[in-house]
């Protein structure tokens, strides 16, 4: 069957006219469209690219402003750090005294107990507490507490450098990040548009976590200034009490040893004089023995020269008795015989009476004698130990300011 063709659509000329405005007024509506769309672009170019450079120098200007206040309190930070590294070599110095003093006490406490133990072996009435060993037991004493006083500010001294190097680490790390946040911010200040190592990054815009504010940033870096600060000081005043420490007990044991000194110097006098006078009254003493055995030996011969008239006084009696009767009279001479033998025998009893007694002094004396001899051969082992041993060592004590 034919397919029937349908026949065009035939317009009239006011539709064909219509038609032609409308396309007319689409098609510039378009156009001016279009051309206030590349107006605005360009503006938008325009604003955008004033916008971008703006803001870069701001980042720039910004940049150099963070530079800036970075350099500050490096500068802040190298000066406090550079002054506390000066307290610390002053106060090691200042340790090494007080070490040096710790030590320098060990030889005088060391003779001054030697000195008490010298003093234990005198003998005898010698071995008293006198004043020599009341000042030696006090001198071990203050040297004891001198040596624990130093200990104790070594203690401090140590305890005060280890705070110092740990606000000295503080100040040394707060500047090596400063030191990485200027060659950071420098390279990125140095960057521009056409630099060759630009590129994107995904979520560099996100804030990290650890971040801190500017204000945070700030006082960090005071507190560390500061804590140094407060331990320079702190420092500075243990320099001033270990000073103080130092000459003070310097003093107290230059003292104390004069003291000990002058008590041995008095006490080895005092025994010199004692010794020299019990060396005069043995001197005496052994004269008068000498005297005294002399006497005994007059008295003796005395007694012996009594023997020879009491026996012609006993003999005349005995042969006078023979007289026969009565010229056995008691006459004159028969009375004198017998008061002649009642004398010569109490001249007998006399002379033997006065020989005991000189016997019995001569015994006294010689008693005398061998005490007087002990007691100087005391005084001399006792001068020998204060002069010789004791003094001889402390001629080696030598106290000089620590």
């Given at each position: 069957m ?6 065009p659509?035939?317009?009239?000329h ?18 001016a ?5 590349v107006d605005?672009s360009k503006r938008l170019a325009?604003?955008?690219e004033k ?5 870069q120098r701001d ?10 206040d ?9 000066n ?6 000066t307290?610390?070599?002053?106060l090691?110095a200042?340790?090494?005294r ?10 005088p406490?060391?003779?001054a107990q030697q000195?008490l133990?010298n ?8 071995l008293?507490?006198?004043d020599v060993?009341?000042e030696?037991i006090k ?15 070594l203690?401090q ?6 705070l ?6 503080q ?5 090596k990040d ?7 911010d420098?390279?990125c200040k140095?960057?521009?548009?056409n630099s ?9 815009t996100?804030i ?5 504010t500017?204000?945070?940033?700030e006082?960090y870096?005071?507190?560390n200034i500061?804590?140094?600060e ?7 005043q243990?320099?001033t009490i ?9 003093n107290?044991m ?5 003291c ?5 110097q008095k006490?080895?006098?005092e ?9 005069n009254?043995?001197?005496?003493v052994?004269a008068?023995?000498?005297e005294?055995?002399e006497n005994?030996?007059r008295?003796?011969?005395a ?5 020879n008239?009491m026996?012609?006084?006993q003999?005349?009696?005995d042969?006078?008795a023979?007289?026969?009767?009565v010229?056995l009279?008691?006459d004159p ?8 033998v009642t004398?010569i025998?109490m001249?007998?009893?006399a002379?033997?009476e006065?020989?005991a007694q ?5 015994k ?6 061998l005490d007087?001899?002990e007691d100087?051969d ?5 001068l ?7 003094m ?5 004590v030598n106290?000089k300011?620590?």
């Open positions: 034919a397919q029937l063709i349908k026949p659509t035939v317009f009239n006011s539709e064909w006219t219509t038609s032609n405005k409308t396309k007319f007024s689409n098609a510039e509506g378009e156009r469209a279009a051309e206030r769309l605005e325009d604003e955008t916008r971008t450079e703006y803001t980042v720039s200007k910004k940049l150099d402003q963070r530079i800036a970075l350099d500050f309190w490096k500068s802040e930070l190298d406090k750090l550079a002054e506390l590294k307290e610390i070599d002053n090691l200042f340790k090494t007080v070490e040096k003093a710790i030590e320098a006490c060990a030889e406490l060391h003779i000195c133990a003093r234990e072996k005198r003998k005898g009435i010698d008293v507490h006198d060993q009341k030696l001198e071990v004493e203050t040297i004891q507490g001198v040596m624990a006083l130093l200990s104790r500010t203690e001294a140590v305890e005060q450098i280890r110092n190097r740990k606000a000295k680490y100040l040394e790390k707060d500047l400063k030191f990485t946040a200027m060659d950071v420098g390279y140095e960057l521009r548009n060759q190592h630009i590129r994107y990054k995904d979520g560099v996100k990290q976590a650890n971040s801190v500017p204000e945070d940033w006082t870096s005071n507190e500061e804590k140094a407060r331990e320079r000081n702190n420092s500075v243990l320099r270990i000073d103080g420490v130092l000459q003070q007990t310097c107290d230059q003292k104390e040893c004069e000990v000194n002058i008590a041995f006490r080895i006098d025994t010199k004089d004692t010794k020299g006078k019990l060396e009254h043995l001197s005496r052994i008068q023995i000498k005294m055995e005994i030996s008295l003796q011969k007694i012996a020269d009594k023997e008239p026996k012609l006084s003999t005349r009696l042969t006078r023979e007289r026969p009767n010229e009279c008691r001479v028969q009375y004198r015989l017998i008061s002649e004398e025998q001249s007998i009893d002379l033997r006065r020989l000189a016997e019995s002094s001569l006294g004396l010689i008693r005398n004698q007087l001899e100087i005391v005084k001399a082992n006792t020998f130990i204060d002069e010789v041993q004791c001889g060592m402390r001629k080696s106290i300011p620590f």
